[in-house]
């Protein structure tokens, strides 16, 4: 029995790895050879050894078969160890504290695995490593970079594109091995930003060129390899962006480009997209004569003979407009023809548009009450109002008196015998036209009594008024451009007249005025979406007609305000309440109880104004915003159409309210509505 044990704890030590420690070394030396040997005995000979703390997984199981031939130092040793795990599928994790941890593969992934830098470790030690990347997007590099990694070992590649970054996780050899891919590729995307100084071309005209060239060349070509180009036309130079070989190119084609013209000037036509023409001539005519004068000032001052040239220059300048086209002719020296490029280039913009809605809300209320008793005696005398508002009962006996019928009087006549006679006239009838005219001013009750010597008339009315008026008047208009809005009429009114000689055929002069609603408007959009407006707002009406001619109702607003888009404020207003009362009494009998109301006239008058403007500015930059705008307002007059179709017309039931079609959906604008209309008539007569 002892000799088996014997023989047994030879094997054993024959089995592990053995360390030969020479003091008179000056390192240590290792070598190791196994055969048939337990996983776990074989890492605790690695801890023993290397006088380490390894920690093994429970799931770690096997048998180790490996031999070493050569003599090792301490750091081939140990990777020697993480080789021999890495072929039986297994990871060591150096923990934070020093030990050693001894996982499956795919388990290293979620382990706190340490975090390297870019001087990372070699082997198959497990590691992280963040690898940021400049020049390309980690979204679409790393798919790529997880191709090449080892996954089913546990290794894992991760982007996070907020910071444009790659972590990599796996055995540091590999992980190495992929940190130096990516800075390869990124070396090779680099895109830095050159910039072309042009001395004789244009930098737009430069750019447009360039990109034709490189346009021709095929939508095989890589994106990368795809320059980018942008004129700077303020300072008329070109940035040229892309990889390093493509910008070489574009400089080279650029400066080849940028030479010196052979004429001394040159003609130029600029087709003007949203500016006139000809009011764009007169501009760029200020704008050449004083560049010319800044020319001859500089050369005078410093001395040079340059004022000839400047005056030559000048005289070579030519600008002129085109109307049938809306075009500039411009012929100028190069330069001069530059900067008019880049000025009619900043005016010649789609200029942004403002719908611009008012509404002017006004709600009357008025209220009287009219009561009064007049009385009259043929013998005592009467009591009369002439407030206005009563109708004089003196003036109500005058015409009662005019109105009675006349009877005829006896006239003697002689007849042609020379025999006297009488006879009686006709009766005459009275003059009514008094009674009515005070009859007709009458409002309300009005009745009286006779009795003996005595009338009275009493006279009662109330009245009330309510009126609702809402004006929503609404213009579109271009950028500080004025736009003149009216709905009305015209109204003519005597301004003067000359009598002829003997004061016959009078010559008179009209005018014709303008009644109803008028906005004036004119917008100016400022930063911010803001819009100044001035505005004049009127609305006016006919109040009547006097003696002399006739009289109108007018309102009218005048001011500026700042407004923000879509935003509705308020321009002015009134707010008016008006209360009077008018008695008219018989002293002292008048202020009697109950009795008194025999002997007086009260009238009561109420009135409430609530006048009100408001105003709302639109934006409106794009077609999509305008289109939008517009199918609104269609589609509202289109419904009211549809209500009043639905009603019909009281007296003539064949016939049909006329509606326009509705607007299709995705269409710019309605087809013609005369054309449907007629459409429409034929259907109805088949």
Known sequence: MQVLKRMAAAAFAASLVFSVPTFAQPAEEFSASFRNTDINEFIQVVSRNLEKTIIVDPEVRGRVNVRSYDVMTRDQYYSFFLNVLSVYGYAVVEMDTGPLKVIRDRDAKNAPTPVVDDEGTLGDEWVTRVVPVRNVSVRELAPLL???????AGGAVMNYDVSNVIMITGRAA???RLAQIIQRVDRVGDQDVEIVQLEFASASEMVRIAQSVFAQQGTGTPEMLVPRLVADERTNRVLVSGETRARERVVRLIRQLDQEMQTSGNTRVFYLRYAKAEEMVNLLRGMTDTLIAEEQRAASGSGQTGGG???RRGAEVSIEAHESTNALVVTAQPDMLRAIEDVVGQLDIRRAQVLVEAIIVEVFEGDGTNFGIQWISEDYGM??????NQVPLGALAVAVE?????????VTRVDNAGNPFTERQPDQQGDLSLLAQLLG???????GTVQDSWAAVVQAVATNTNSNILSAPSITTLDNQEAVFLVGQEVPTLTGSTAGSNNTNPFQTVERREIGIRLRVTPQINEGDSVQLQIEQEVSSIAGSTSVDVTFNKRELQTTVLANDGDTIVLGGLIDEDVQESLSKVPLLGNLPVIGHLFKSTSVTTRKRNLMVFIRPTIVRDDATMGSLSQRKYSYIRAQQLMQQERGLSLRSRDTVPVIPEWPEGTPMPESFERLLEQRRNNNDN
């Open 146 to 152: 997880r191709q090449l990694n080892d996954q089913t």
């Open 174 to 176: 590999n992980v190495n």
């Open 309 to 311: 040239s400047a005056a």
């Open 383 to 388: 009591t009369q109002y002439t407030t206005g």
């Open 402 to 410: 005019q109105a009675r019928d006349r009877p005829g009087a006896e």
């Open 441 to 447: 001013s009458a409002n309300g009750l009005l009745f």
